[in-house]
């Protein structure tokens, strides 16, 4: 039997932190506390470990390790003293899975209307799999995808359908 | 030893492998085919022309095609689950124990007693229905509306559910080229050239159309032409893939055959593709044209281009004496094709007045006769041709001679196909030249930008010598619409344009006569082209016999709409991935598992499952929800609550933006405390309720209800940046960070305070409506003082990982305090008891917050909040808007949700006038009797009075109004 | 099948990951509105054959609300813009206008490019 496209796997232990501010005034010192450039629109830096994602013209979301969550949260808070700006705690209310193999793409294509194989490295797409929201990007062997809490079992369920063996999506 | 079925040539055919035989059955027969086959090919080999029957007359039908347009060889396949009615033989590739059955039969094919329709045919002309069950009108309903549902449709639906699975996919490609022929994979070339990406679809599983059947060196060039695609980047070649229909902006559906005939390897059946196309080549190629011409449905009568296909295909042969009738020049390829394969073919008989291409020299020189100016009278044979009378095309059908044959092989010209063009508006012209419509090149289907985004290339535009110098030169088709041209009535009278749904040339020309000018109401009128068969085969002649009878050009008639899809597609495929637990979004809390393990009944709300109530062994939910009602009122209960609405909103600007949002002032709430808001909508009306604590001097936390969620966030956002973008304001939708558990009871205290913790949880420290926060049982939580329930009420938030570790701790705490989960219907009883409102229940989009009596949480003092305006308006202000009351049974029964209160008098449609209904109704176990809330006419002024409510069987129940609070109307116990 | 982009993250996002929000450049009628003001507020649409104003939310991408113009009788799309505006800014009202050389605008102009 052939083997799956993709494999799925839950990723626990990410902290994750959604920030709101005006990235013109405010981009420089969060950059400082996050560790992180400010990546453009629609892009994600990353240093490994970290990760910070353009959301939407006035929203961030930084993933890190669990155990640096606290210290991020402090430092970014610190980071909008005096400016209007919004710090939120999102970890636990998001559901990742990473889809790593050679059909990796394949499974995306069948789930998002995103042209996954053409998506570049460093860019984080917002849409939907199927019919749940989710955040796709590019890491080593294929792609992280990030859904909410709620609904990961509807979302690692799909997943794990649309990796079935002998169902890549190369012409036959 | 191998058996070889009677009609299988020795020799030829190309798509077929001899060294394999296919069993497979036809009716319960046991039948073999060969590799490559179609079910078609096959049925034919072993001399079964006969295969289904008519939908109206149930007349006998063979295959009259070899491909998609196929409009009688429709079959059941398969078994349970499995089975699918309406299969076309022709296109259906044969394969290894397939089950097939004829349909519109019974009890068999060969004697149906439906067909007794046809001796009726005369009484049955079109519109006969509308005409004939129109009177008297109470028959309708008792009598033919149940013979009619009957006999409806075309084969039956599965029963079963269908057990393989389905998918579909994305793709993006600059150039979609769809048809797999010449002048598809030409197009594809040029695509690639300059420059892009190209994806090209062919609905068969093999490449070149017609090219390598009709065109010596066809299959060479094909094969020349995927060599030099498949060497190109960039270039993606997809076989079995339908493209069904294009859509706005480019959006081209297509359906991919990945399964269908082994099903059990495990992968999806079908795949619908979901492309997104910058531009789209149609290279559909065209369609042969039946001739009209009397008892032109006879099995055996075929198009010529399916008759050459079996034969070259597949080695078959149709028949043995095949006499090939036609318009054109391409038709003798067929006599060519059948007596080099050693079938006979006795005359080739031209409707034209001269045929000197080099096709039909070509057949003088094989020894065929040639008949010009001739045309078929009549066929001759009932379930199988047994030959033709000739006559004169030019006369009136006088017969001239008579021939024997089995097969009769027909062209009337070919039509493009122009479906996928016309799918998003593309308009055609008619070319009179060729007799077809063909795509207008001045007026495509346009894209997003406004320019044409459809080009069409090859047959598909008019073009069939795309196979270029292949071959000879052809003369022109000459239009035969009727055969012969002044055939009487009685022999028009028997000449089908529609196949499939029994419709005659005599149909429409009644049809027309009747004063259905317009061709889309002779479709309807008559059922022209309907059904599968959707203007394939039909179309071109039903359209030109209309044009004829109304006496005006056929560009003037015009065409009935194509609409998607080309083909049918099964739902499953375009269900695809949704079915059985991948359906829909099942949305769970951090608690659900534990709700599981404990017997939980659940409640949808929106896409989460909520518990409704923990059954335990013996308890319906009824009484489930009664003992957790007494558990909360006497001892105490939990309730997950993660489901609430969590929202954000923070920044200066954030109480004047909620005193906006909310009908109640918020800017004012001092932080540490918690006030309960409205929200309407800009027409007045109550959209979602919820608790609000001030969590610092410039955030605040607003709880929607568990459907509001996601629609209260997009609200403000909507507000914020549509309306006042220049407010300071940011909000965050924090639903899923928290896990809320509501600690309920007398004891609620009691559980709490067993727990290790930071927060002072004393009535003192923390009253009602209050928040607080700190640690509880290890776990970094906010703890709001706030009751659903009418009950001394915490509502705790921890963060979503660790909520089933706190609901364990609770339970743990309070095991001998006999702590209960309880549901949401015990939830909502116990908030009608305090005649608390619940959104969906109290309200339904037409509701004001004053008509629940919530005058008290709208604000006297802002000068404006969303929906302050409209509840001004005259109607909202109105004095007989029904208003909120309690409602108390006069017997011990519950009155339904829903019912009606009766006013005097009936309204202009002679129904009872109605002063009021039933919201919420309940058997409460707190006060061991039913209550109710209702909205009723100036009701809270009406107080002790009762109402009727008529129930379905004719009896009536009476309430007494009264305050809609039946529980502790002090408060006192929520205060403590 | 609708294709919009953003105008706020560039993404040419097909309908289903959008929201729609109806005509846009309403202008809000507060308490002080007239009946009839109010009235043409909350009910009187334009339903336009031709040139159209909508609202459209990028629901499933950056959240944002952003305003799109289009033709409802051909789908042509002249352009997307972001919301923060009364009326279409002079880009759109000039590809429009090059488009479809008999329409004029129903607002004064000038408005429209004074942020
Ligand atoms: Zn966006």
Sequence with gaps: MAEALATITRVAGLGMITLRADLDRAGDALAEAAGLAIPDTTGATTDGSRTLAWMSPDELLLILPQAELAQALDDLTQALMGEHGLVADVSDARAVFDVIGAGAADVVAKLAPVDAAAMPQGHLRRTRMAQTAAAIWRVDGGFRVIGFRSTADYLALILTNAAIPGSGLAPR | ?????????????????????????????HLRGLTGDTIASALLANGQMLMGRSFKYHRPRGPMASGSEEPNALLGLGQGGRFEPNQRATTTPLTHGMITRSQNCWPSLEADIGAINNWLSPVFPAGFYYKTFIHPRPFWKHVFE?????????GRAPTDPDPDRYEQAYAFADTVVVGGGIAGLTAAREAADAGGTVLVLEQDGHWGGRTPTDHDGGQAAIDAALADLRGRKGVTLRRNTMATGLYDHGYLIARESLADHDPNQGIPRQRLWR???????????ALERPLSFACNDVPGVMLASAVRDFIADFGVAPGRRIVVVTNNDDAYRTALTAHAAGLEVPAIIDARPLADGALPQAARDAGITVLTGTAIAKVKG??????????????????????????????????????????????????????????????????????????????????LRCAGDLEHPEAPTMPVWVMPARAPYTLRAKMWLDFQNDVKVTDVELAAQEGYASVEHTKRYTTLGMATDQGKLSNINGLAVLSNALNQPIQATGTTTFRPPYTPLTLATIAAEAKDDAFQPLRKTPIHAWHETHGASWEPVGHWRRPYAYPRAGEDRHTAVHREILAVRAGVGTLDASTLGKIIVKGPDAGRFLDML????????????????????????????????????????????????????????????????????????LTEQFAQIAVAGPKARDVLERLSGTIDLSAEALPFMQWAEGELAGIPARVFRISFSGELSYEIAVPANRGLELW????????????????????????????????????????????????????????????????????????????????????????????????????????????????????????????????????????????????????????????????????????? | MLILTCPYCGVNAEETELHPGGEAHLARIGPNGTDDEFEAYLFARKNAKGVHFERWRHAYGCGKWFLAARCTATLQVFGT???????????????????????????????????
């Design chain 2, 382 to 463: 009932a379930k199988h041709v047994e030959g033709v009378v000739l006559c004169s095309h030019q006369g009136d059908g006088r017969p001239t001679q008579t021939i024997d044959c089995d097969v009769v092989a027909m062209s009337g010209g070919w039509s493009p196909v122009v479906h996928l063009y016309s799918h998003c508006g593309g308009k055609l012209i008619w070319d009179e030249g060729q007799s077809m419509f063909r795509p207008d090149p001045d007026r495509p289907p346009l894209g997003a930008d406004g320019q044409g985004n459809v080009t069409v290339a090859g047959a598909a535009n008019g073009d």
């Design chain 2, 146 to 154: 149940p013979i009619i549902r009957r006999s409806a449709g075309l």
């Design chain 3, 81 to 115: 813009y972001r919301a923060q505006t009364p009326h279409p800014p002079a880009d759109i009202v000039e590809a429009i206008r090059k488009a479809r050389p008999d329409w004029t605008p129903d607002w004064t102009p000038a408005e429209g490019t004074a942020e």
């Design chain 2, 662 to 733: 909310y009908t109640n002032m918020m800017s004012t709430l001092p932080v540490g405390k918690c006030r309960y808001g409205l929200m309407c909508n800009e027409n007045g009306f109550l959209m979602d309720d919820g608790v609000v604590a001030r969590l610092s001097d410039d955030t605040w936390l607003c709880h929607t209800t568990t459907g509001g969620a996601d629609r209260i966030h997009g609200h403000m956002e909507d507000w914020l940046q549509c309306e006042w973008w220049d407010w300071k304001v940011y909000t965050a939708n």
């Design chain 2, 1 to 29: 030893m191998t058996h070889t079925p009677p009609f299988r040539l020795p020799a030829g055919g190309r798509r077929i492998d001899r060294a394999w035989q296919v069993p497979f059955r036809f009716d319960g027969r």
């Design chain 2, 808 to 976: 364990e701790a609770l339970h743990l705490a309070g095991a001998d305090l006999g702590i209960t989960p309880y549901g949401t219907e015990a939830m909502h009883v116990m908030r009608a008891e305090k005649g608390f409102i619940m959104i969906g229940d109290e309200t339904d989009g037409t509701i004001i917050p004053q008509d629940l009596g919530l005058d008290w949480a709208i604000s006297k003092k802002k000068a404006d909040y969303i929906g302050k305006r409209a509840q001004r308006r005259s109607h909202m202000t109105d004095g007989t808007r029904w208003k909120l009351v309690g409602l108390e049974s006069l017997s011990d029964k519950v009155i339904p949700d829903g019912a009606y209160a009766v006013a005097e008098g009936v309204n202009g449609n002679g129904q009872r006038k109605t002063q009021g209904r039933v919201t919420s109704s309940y058997h409460s176990p707190t006060l061991g009797k039913p209550i109710a809330m209702g909205l009723v006419r100036h009701g809270p002024s009406r107080m002790g009075q009762v109402l009727d409510f008529p129930m379905p069987d004719g009896t009536v129940m009476q309430a007494r109004i009264v305050d809609p609070v039946f529980y502790d109307k002090e408060g006192s116990r929520q205060n403590g």
């Design chain 2, 275 to 285: 492309i997104r196309a910058g531009r789209v080549i149609a290279a559909t190629g």
